[in-house]
């Protein structure tokens, strides 16, 4: 089955305590990105990546970095969480250019206490 | 700056209903328009894709249609069903620029049994 796997589902961590958020498509998809969906402000995007080794930032890259190392594999990294990265993340991918349309993940909802 | 708007935020009808929800942008330059289905706390599904040079999409009890000279979408629902009750969320891509999906703000929609 044609899909984007997100893990974890659900995490609670410790505001300062480096976390990654791993990402991975199965459907030889060039590009690939992240977002983070806010009460009252919609989906944004955080970074996205054109091919393997190509990143770029989105709306609101601060406090994230990321990695495509791999064709599959788009992985989200938080080196310092902070409180205000509270929030419910998709990992997305298509093909190059949004041909085809875009498949999201499932989520993960981070909580930073 | 692309910029999509969807009214109603939300809208309560009872089962058996047809119903339309809207979705607006600003710039006409699009490649293709998508338009999900998100379950309270869930991941993104996608319902259907419209490409620039498409002017409807159809599946099962949905059609989506695109007018790019008003810069307007429509998602029909036949036959409302209490399962459908979700957050529907419109997104475009554009042509150029910016490599990602610019999402409105959802429309909540409630079918009453």
């Known amino acids: 089955e044609a899909q984007v796997t997100q893990n974890p589902r659900y995490l609670i961590t410790v505001t300062g305590k480096k976390l990654t958020v791993t990402c991975s498509q199965n459907?030889?998809?060039?590009?690939m990105s992240w977002y983070r969906q806010d009460p009252g402000l919609g989906l944004r995007q955080i970074y996205y990546?054109?091919?393997?080794?190509?990143?770029d930032k989105g709306d609101v890259p601060e406090g994230y970095k990321v990695s495509r190392k791999e064709k599959r594999n788009f992985p989200l990294i938080l080196e310092s969480p902070s409180p205000n990265q509270t929030s419910l993340y998709f990992c997305?991918?298509?093909?190059?250019?949004?041909?085809?349309?875009?498949?999201f993940g499932s989520g993960t909802r981070l909580t930073v206490v | 700056k692309q910029e999509v708007t969807q009214i109603p935020a939300a809208l309560s009808v009872p089962e058996g209903e047809n119903l339309v929800l809207n979705c607006s942008f600003t710039?006409?330059?699009?490649?293709?328009l998508q338009w999900f289905r998100q379950d309270p706390g869930k991941g993104l599904t996608s319902l259907l894709l419209?490409?620039?040079?498409?002017r409807e999409q159809t599946s099962g009890r949905l059609n989506a249609s695109l007018d790019k000279s008003s810069g307007r979408s429509t998602l029909y629902i036949a036959a409302s069903q209490p399962g459908d009750s979700a957050t529907y969320l419109c997104?475009?891509?554009?042509?150029?620029?910016?490599?990602?999906?610019?999402f409105g703000q959802g429309t909540r929609l409630t079918i009453n049994p």
């Open positions: 419209i490409q620039s040079s498409q």
């Open positions: 997104a475009g891509k554009l042509l150029q620029g910016a490599q990602k999906l610019v």
């Open positions: 710039d006409s330059a699009i490649y293709n």
């Open positions: 997305a991918s298509s093909l190059s250019g949004g041909l085809g349309g875009y498949t």
């Open positions: 990546s054109m091919n393997v080794e190509v990143t």
């Open positions: 459907m030889n998809h060039e590009y």
